[in-house]
C-alpha cells in the first residue's frame, strides 16, 4: 500500500454471514477478500452509511384499534305491546272510572280487552292471544280496583274480581296489553264469481288465473302466486313468509284433486304440484288464507367492528390519518391530534397507537378529543449511533466507546 494515498473499502452487512453467522443490519463484522496492510500514519474515517429503512412507525404493536356504534335493526317481533295510560280523577264515579278505561284501551287497540262492572264484580274478558299485564310500580289503583295484591299480574284468560273502591288520584295509571300470534283469515274462492268454465281444456290456466285475481281482490294480493306452466302441467305455488295456505277436503274436494292432494294439508314456501284432469270446474269451492301480523320495529344494537391499519412506513400525518376507517383526525398547529367521535360511539386505541397519537387514554367516548401529548411518527428512532473498533474508545458524554459517528435520521429519503 506503499503507492496508495486514499481508498475505499465496501463494506456490507451481509456478505460474511458464512463466517460470521450472527451478522445483522445493525451490528456486523465483514471478512475482506485479502489482508490489507498499512504502514506509516493512516487515518481511518467514515465516508457513506447506507441503512435500508426496515423500521416501521405502525407495526404490529400500535396498528390495531376498535370502534362501538350504536347500529338501528328492524327487528320482527311475534307480539304486539300497547302501553294504555289511565287517570282516575277525583269525584269520578265507579261506573265513570271502568269507562274511561275501556274508552283507552279501545282506542289503542280495539275491544280485545274489556272492563264490566257488574254490581260487587267486576269481569275482566280478554279475547285469545291477548294478555292483559298490571305492575305494582305502573297500575297500582287498578291492582287495588281488583282486589289484588301490589304484585305484577298478568291477566291472559277473562276472570272475574270482588270490586273494591280505588282510591282517586290525578296520576296515570299505565297497563299493558300484550297481544301474540295475531292471525288474519280469509277465504279465497277457487273460481270467479258467474264465469262459465266451458273449455275444460284450458280450465288449469283459467283457474290459476282467476285465483290469483280473487287474491288481489281480498287485499292480499302477492300473499301467494300461482304460476302454471303449460308444457309440465303442473303449478308451482309460492306462499309468502308469514303466510299459510289451508286447504281440505271438505271445502275443495275437486280443485285438491286437481292439485293431487288427497288429505288436508297446510301449504307454507315453495311447493310443485302435478296437475290431474277433472271432468268438472270446482265451483263453489275454496281454501283459507292465514297472515300472521308480525310487527316490525326499529331497535338500537351495539356493534364493534376491530380494526388494524397497515404495516409500514407512514411519512406525514395525512397519510396516516387517511389510512383510519370511520375516523375523522386534525393535524393541530401545535402538532397535537384532533379527533371527533360521535356521540353513541366509542374508540379504543391499542397502547401503542395510543403513545404515537399522544392520547393518556386508550379509551375515547363520544365528543372532540385533543391528544396530551404531540403526534410522533418517527417510530421513536431520531439518530443512528455508528460504532467500530478500527478506532479506539473514547468519551462521549460520560461514557468511554468506539462511537465513529452520529447521524440524525431524516423523514424523507432525499434528507436522509
Not at 490489507?36 to 405502525?58: C, D, H, K, M, Y
Not at 305502573?138 to 305484577?152: F, Q, S, V, W
Not at 386508550?362 to 473498533?389: C, R
Amino acid at each position: 500500500m506503499d503507492e496508495v494515498n486514499d481508498f475505499y473499502v465496501t463494506l456490507p452487512s451481509n456478505s460474511s454471514l458464512g463466517y460470521f453467522p450472527k451478522n445483522t443490519q445493525a451490528s456486523f463484522r465483514t471478512k475482506l477478500s485479502r489482508p490489507i496492510i498499512l504502514t506509516g500514519a493512516w487515518e481511518v474515517g467514515l465516508s457513506e452509511i447506507f441503512v435500508p429503512r426496515t423500521w416501521f412507525n405502525i407495526g404490529n404493536h400500535n396498528n390495531k384499534y376498535s370502534i362501538t356504534y350504536e347500529e338501528t335493526k328492524i327487528v320482527e317481533k311475534d307480539y304486539v305491546e300497547y302501553d294504555i295510560r289511565v287517570k282516575i280523577d277525583e269525584g269520578t264515579t265507579d261506573e265513570d272510572v271502568i269507562d274511561n278505561i275501556n274508552q283507552s284501551i279501545e282506542e289503542k287497540c280495539g275491544h280485545f280487552v274489556l272492563f264490566a262492572l257488574d254490581h260487587r264484580n267486576i269481569n275482566v274478558h280478554t279475547a285469545p292471544n291477548y294478555e292483559l299485564h298490571l305492575t305494582a310500580a305502573g297500575a297500582p289503583r287498578l291492582l287495588t280496583m281488583l282486589n289484588l295484591p301490589r304484585e305484577d299480574r298478568i291477566i291472559k284468560t277473562s276472570e272475574s274480581f270482588v270490586f273494591r273502591k280505588p282510591s282517586k288520584t290525578n296520576k296515570d295509571n299505565v297497563l299493558k296489553i300484550i297481544a301474540r300470534n295475531l292471525k288474519r283469515h280469509f277465504i279465497i274462492r277457487t273460481t270467479r264469481f258467474n264465469h262459465k268454465y266451458t273449455d275444460m281444456d284450458n280450465l288449469h290456466h283459467e283457474l290459476f288465473q282467476h285465483i290469483n285475481f280473487n287474491l288481489m281482490q281480498t287485499g292480499i294480493g302477492g300473499a301467494a302466486d300461482f304460476v302454471f306452466d303449460f308444457k309440465e302441467d303442473k303449478v308451482e305455488i309460492t306462499v309468502q313468509k308469514n303466510v299459510e295456505l289451508e286447504f281440505r277436503l271438505l271445502y275443495a274436494p275437486i280443485f285438491m284433486r286437481m292439485l293431487s292432494m288427497t288429505k288436508d294439508v297446510v301449504l307454507t314456501g315453495k311447493t310443485l304440484h302435478v296437475l290431474q284432469k277433472v271432468d268438472r270446474p270446482p265451483l263453489n269451492e275454496y281454501f283459507r288464507v292465514s297472515i300472521t301480523d308480525k310487527p316490525t320495529i326499529p331497535e338500537k344494537v351495539k356493534k364493534t367492528e376491530h380494526l388494524e391499519l397497515e404495516v409500514g412506513f407512514y411519512k406525514n400525518s395525512e397519510q396516516l390519518f387517511s389510512s383510519f376507517k370511520h375516523l375523522a383526525f386534525n393535524h393541530l398547529a401545535n402538532n397535537k391530534v384532533k379527533i371527533h367521535i360521535p356521540d353513541t360511539s366509542t374508540v379504543n386505541l391499542q397502547d401503542g397507537l395510543r403513545d404515537l397519537l399522544g392520547f393518556k387514554k386508550s379509551t375515547l367516548n363520544g365528543g372532540t378529543h385533543i391528544s396530551d401529548y404531540q403526534l410522533e411518527l418517527d417510530g421513536g428512532i431520531t439518530e443512528i449511533y455508528v460504532y467500530s473498533d478500527i478506532i479506539e474508545s473514547h468519551f462521549v458524554g460520560d461514557t468511554i466507546a468506539p462511537l465513529l459517528r452520529i447521524i440524525p435520521v431524516m423523514s424523507t429519503k432525499e434528507d436522509q
